[in-house]
């Protein structure tokens, strides 16, 4: 069993179906109710049933029908739809150490067996990979969210059993090694290839800013979401504003940080910023437009004596299962990494960058 912990709206003390405010980011998005429904899962009969209940109960409508012009949510509906993003971003990773820190308690109390503590840099294809292993008969994967850096640390004090970073290439240059190469000079450090990912700018749906490159983001002034520093993706992002001869000082909203992809992507959807830096599925899981610039590379660490467990040699089968890579076909911006197998640090950076 796996717990969780998620924001929720209440009215008159009971609950808004969480569906129903799934359902109204698919209408934003989409501009259509038969494609939203289509989208949330419901049926249409249900889901404008229970619609209607909300609007009774609020005293309020939430969604407009217009003939000819599809489906528009009202100025509360928008405003519902924005502060749910909105906080979710802000408190992802509250909610996520809770829910770890409650998980482990379990763990322990129930003996429910060898559960790994993964600390990593966030990505979509992991959290999913922690959520399933255990439905699919593997281990429990307590997941700690941390920058790249951060991660490589915890690991090394072990403090953790596995430590997930990732690597950029900047264009025409060598993986983007050296801020890591402290941190894995350790001789018993196995790595594992878990993905590789697209890296960009994220902004709003359309591009409405024209924020093409990062010239761009300099020249226009457009109100820019960072990521916290330690983090892999601000190493990069440092790195292409080194590249391009941009000074950070130039980067409105260089000092506005958020600590993961999902978040960034939740600033610029509620239209608190114009433009963020991140990973394409960020961009796609809150309907936004994304610019790739680079390519980049996620590893899962981890010292020999861990990777000899069962429950790591479970976790690492799993990433050649069908199941595995299905979730990471699925996931915009991502590629299969090919053979999964473990490697020493030299082995791994050997390989090509594709």
């Not at 217009?66 to 971003?89: F, H, I, P, W």
């Not at 403090?159 to 890591?180: M, N, S, T």
């Not at 260089?254 to 939740?266: G, L, P, Q, S």
Request: glycine share 10%; aromatic share 6%; hydrophobic share 45%.
């Amino acid at each position: 069993m796996k717990l969780s912990i998620g924001l929720r709206w209440l009215a008159d003390g009971v609950e808004i179906d969480r569906r129903l405010i799934d359902l109204m980011c698919a209408i934003e998005e989409r501009g259509s109710l038969k494609q939203a429904i289509g989208a949330a899962g419901m049926s249409y009969r249900h889901a404008w049933e229970r619609l209607g209940r909300l609007e009774s109960a609020l005293g309020a409508r939430l969604v407009e029908l217009e003939r000819g012009r599809g489906a528009n949510l009202t100025s509360l509906g928008k405003q519902l739809v924005t502060k749910t993003r909105d906080m979710e971003g802000q408190l992802k990773g509250e909610l996520q150490r809770a829910a770890l820190e409650l998980n482990r308690s379990y763990a322990r109390n129930t003996k429910a067996g060898d559960v790994l503590l993964a600390c990593a840099s966030h990505d979509f294809a992991l959290d999913r990979l922690a959520d399933m292993l255990p439905r699919r008969g593997g281990p429990g994967v307590e997941l700690r969210i941390q920058g790249s850096l951060d991660a490589l640390a915890t690991l090394a004090r072990k403090g953790c059993d596995i430590a997930g970073f990732h690597v950029p290439a900047l264009p025409g240059r060598q993986p983007l090694i050296e801020p890591f190469r402290p941190l894995l000079r350790n001789r018993s450090l196995r790595l594992v290839r878990f993905a590789d990912r697209r890296q960009g700018l994220i902004v709003a749906k359309g591009n409405p800013a024209g924020v093409a490159s990062l010239p761009d983001l300099a020249r226009q002034q457009a109100r820019f979401v960072n990521r916290q520093p330690g983090s892999g993706t601000r190493l990069f992002f440092d790195a292409l504003l080194a590249a391009h001869r941009i000074r950070p000082a130039q980067i409105n909203g260089y000092r506005h940080e958020e600590f993961t992809h999902a978040a960034v992507a939740a600033m610029i959807a509620s239209g608190a910023a114009d433009a963020g830096f991140g990973i394409e599925a960020a961009a796609a899981q809150h309907g936004l437009s994304f610019v790739p610039l680079a390519s980049e590379r996620y590893f899962l660490a981890m010292r020999e004596s861990v990777a000899a467990r069962s429950s790591a040699q479970m976790l690492l089968a799993a990433l050649s299962s069908r199941w595995f890579r299905q979730i990471v076909r699925g996931l915009p911006g991502y590629t299969e990494p090919g053979r999964v197998e473990l490697a020493s640090v030299q082995e791994a950076f050997a390989q090509p960058q594709s």
